[in-house]
Each structure stands twice: as C-alpha cells, then as structure tokens.
C-alpha cells in the first residue's frame, strides 16, 4: 500500500493552476503575493529626524559651545529649513527632514529651554546621532516583500508606503465541498435514531477559510445516478472538490466508481495510515477531486496532512517544514503503518515541546479532537515509540 511520504508527492505533483488578480491592498490580508513589493524610493527617502530635539552643528559643541539660541523650528512635513548661523540651533521634531547645516540632534530631555536659549546639559554628544540617514533601511528598487509571501499587516503597511493601492495575489480557488451519505440531516434538522448530523464538510469549510477560501457546501444521497448528476455538475462550477464519505468498502460506497465514470484519473486509493486509510485522490487536466474517508477524525488528518498543503503550495505558498515534539510517554502501535496520534502540546521550561498522547476511542471519535493540538506522525517501520522521541506534528 501507498506510504504517507508518497501519498504526499503525489498531491504535491497535481497542484492546481490559479491566474493572478489584482485586489485592493485593503482586501490582501491572508492572500499571497505574485508580484514582489519592491521600494519605489530610498526608506528613509530624506535625512530625517529621530528624535524631538534640537538641531546644531557640531563643530559648534566641539569648539565647547553649550548654550545655542533657537531661531527656529523644522516641523514635519514642512520643506527643509537652513541653520543660517552654525553657532544657534532649530528645535527638531521626529520625522521632519533634516535641515541644512544640522548634522546632530540633542533630545529636549537632554536640554534645559529658557529664554529661547537651549542648554545642553549632557557631555557625552556624538556626531550626527538621531538622524535616521537616507537610504538606510532600504534604497529605491530593492525587493520588499517577495513572491509567495502571505500578506500579513507588515506587509501591507509595506506596500501601502510605496503607493501599491493594488497588489497581485493568486486568485483563490472555486472548493465545493460534499457530503454524501443517507444517515446524514443537516446542522438545523433533528436526527432520527438512526441518523446523525453531518459536521465533515463545516469542519472542512472552517479550515479552508483560514486560506481567506470560501467554499459552498453540498449534500448527496448514496445513489449511484444522483451521485453522478450532481458531481459532473460540480466539477464543472469548480477547481477542486473535496468530498466526505463514500470511499470504503460498503455497498453504498459509490465515490470511487462514480469518479471513474465521470473521467477523474484516479492517482491513488488507500494510504498506509491510520486514520484516513481509504483516502482517494483524483485529477482531470484542470481539476482536482479529493474524496475523504468519513470517518470524522479521518477527515480531520487528511485535511491536515494533504489537503491543506495542497492548497497553500496551489496559492504558491513554500511548504513549511513540520514542527516537531517529544513524546511525552512510550506508545505501542503493532500495525505496520502511519499511525497519526492525536497529541495535546505543552511547553516545557527546558525549552522542549511535550506531545501528551491523546488516542481516544477511534476515528468516529471526533470529540477527542478538542482536546488535541495536533496529530503526531509515528512512522510505519516501527512499533515502539519511546518517551522523549520526537516526531513531527500536523494541524489543527
Ligand atoms: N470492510 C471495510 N470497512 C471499512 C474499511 C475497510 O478498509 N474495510 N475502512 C474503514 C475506515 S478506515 C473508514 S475511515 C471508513 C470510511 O468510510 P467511508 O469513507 O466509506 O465513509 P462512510 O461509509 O460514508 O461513513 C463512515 C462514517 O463516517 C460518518 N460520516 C460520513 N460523512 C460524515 C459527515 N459529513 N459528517 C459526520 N460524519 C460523517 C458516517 O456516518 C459513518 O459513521 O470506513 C471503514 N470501513
Ligand atoms: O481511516 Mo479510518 O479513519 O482508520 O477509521
Ligand atoms: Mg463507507
């Protein structure tokens, strides 16, 4: 059977083809960059004032001069003054342009004012301090922020200082997500003895929306004719498909089938792993369908460790490596595969991150899921994980 590692390259090998958009700046939150941010002129683009101050020459204070008559004031946003007479001093406020003949700037707590006469009265005074020079940070042309960043408020106040009121950003796929089975009834329905309500597809909805995707929420009954209907028409409204339930061994599994007959390559079926096993992965040349085990937790580790870095590498996101924690007791798992362990996480004053096991009753059981921070990859070559190994984690 499939391993994990191989399961994952495959998905990686058919990732969707998204264009680039233009949006608002103030829409960019969350979506990731096309086009890097590059400096439309130097940061800072002036001299400018660090500190509310005044501003002398220093061969002034070198010649022993401490006292300096104020004869005027350089404000921000005012076009640059000129210290006339190298012997007094402009007051200074931060983030004005540095005036001509200033080339150090003394802060008011480091001066007594009285009768327009500033004081200094501090010793230790260096040449051109607090004056933030020209080109500094950055000069003009320099890269910013670069393709494939996820815009965050840093970036975006970037942007925003070199006039990009629209940026390039991938454009965000079109995701149906759909459950299927006949003992499902919607979040507002009451459930017959026999019946649940279905929490897959929101739980795959709330995930997506972490990637600013929003997705539209779908339902189809186990009947192969249904089944079929109603898929060849979401293939045709959407980029990907993402499904829930369907895909194992019962007699009203129809998903596989149904695919097949609709055209969808299958890239593989099952993955030597626990929980998710029976996941199937499926590409036209356009689209991509992921069809997902049922079983909650199942759906919950295949969104982790496939689907959503599927869609971050799709936005053209670099695939993050995985953070790692020690197990904090031994754990026996006998079947020679995957075995995903829902882990709860606590910091240690050593510096090290404990992973608590947390393996509950089952994948039905998605109630443990609360109390778990992540899924703990143990590899299938093995079945003794000792405590203080560390492996790595996936999700939430
Ligand atoms: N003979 C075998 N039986 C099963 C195997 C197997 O290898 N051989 N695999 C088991 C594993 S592992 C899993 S996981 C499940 C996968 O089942 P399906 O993908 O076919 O899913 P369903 O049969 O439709 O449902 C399974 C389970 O999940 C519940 N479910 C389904 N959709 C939702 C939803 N949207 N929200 C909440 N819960 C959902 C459903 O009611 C079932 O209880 O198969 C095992 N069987
Ligand atoms: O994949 Mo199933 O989730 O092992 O129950
Ligand atoms: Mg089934």
């Known amino acids: 059977m499939l391993s994990v590692a191989d399961a994952f390259v495959i998905t990686q090998q058919h990732l969707l083809t998204l264009p680039a958009e233009s949006i608002p700046v103030t829409e960019a939150t969350g979506r990731v960059l096309r086009e890097a941010i590059r400096a439309d002129r130097d940061f800072p683009p002036f001299d400018r004032i660090a500190m509310d101050g005044i501003g002398i020459s220093f061969s002034a204070y070198a010649s022993g001069q401490r006292t300096f008559s104020i004869i005027g004031r350089q ?15 402009l007051e200074v406020m931060t983030g004005a342009m540095l005036p ?8 008011y707590e480091d001066v007594t004012i009285a009768d327009g006469q500033a004081t200094i009265t501090i010793n230790d005074i260096e040449q051109g301090q607090h004056i933030h020079r020209c080109a500094t940070d950055r000069q003009a042309g320099d890269e910013l922020v670069r393709e494939g960043m996820l815009l965050g408020p840093s970036a975006v106040a970037v942007a925003t200082s070199v006039g990009q009121a629209m940026l390039s950003v991938t454009a965000l796929p079109r995701v149906a997500l759909i459950s299927t089975g006949d003992e499902l009834v919607d ?7 026999y019946q649940i309500r279905r929490s897959n597809t929101y739980m795959l909805r709330a995930a997506l929306l972490s990637l600013g ?19 060849a028409k979401l293939m045709a409204e959407n980029d990907l498909l993402i499904l829930s339930g369907g895909v194992s061994a019962g007699k009203a599994d129809f998903v596989p089938a149904v695919l097949a007959q609709l055209g969808v390559q299958k890239q593989f079926h099952q993955i030597a792993q626990r929980p998710g096993k029976p996941l199937w992965f499926g590409t036209t040349s356009q689209k991509t369908v992921f069809a997902l085990p049922g079983n909650p937790v ?24 995985p ?20 882990v709860r996480l606590t910091s240690e004053p050593d510096g090290r991150t404990l992973a608590h096991p947390l393996p509950g009753s089952g994948s039905a059981d998605f109630a443990n899921l609360l109390d778990a921070d992540a899924f703990m990859e143990l590899p299938a070559d093995r079945s003794e994980f000792g405590a203080g ?5 996936w999700g939430k």
Do not use: W
């Not at 404000?75 to 001093?89: N, R, S």
């Not at 001509?100 to 802060?107: A, F, N």
């Not at 979040?187 to 003895?193: A, F, H, N, Q, R």
């Open 323 to 342: 953070q790692y924690a020690q197990l904090a007791k031994p754990i026996t798992f006998r079947p020679e595969i995957t075995y995903f362990l829902p």
């Open 187 to 193: 979040v507002d329905e009451t459930p017959l003895p």
């Open 100 to 107: 001509l003949g200033v080339d150090t700037v003394i802060r």
């Open 213 to 231: 995707i929003t997705a539209t929420l779908h339902h189809i009954i186990d009947d192969e004719e249904v089944l079929a209907d109603n898929l």
């Open 389 to 393: 190994e560390a492996f790595p984690l």
């Open 298 to 321: 199942s759906t919950v580790l295949c969104a982790y460790r496939y689907v959503m870095p599927y869609l971050r590498a799709s936005l053209g996101l670099a695939i993050a490596a």
């Open 75 to 89: 404000f921000a946003g005012q076009p640059q003054q000129t210290l006339t007479d190298p012997t007094a001093c």
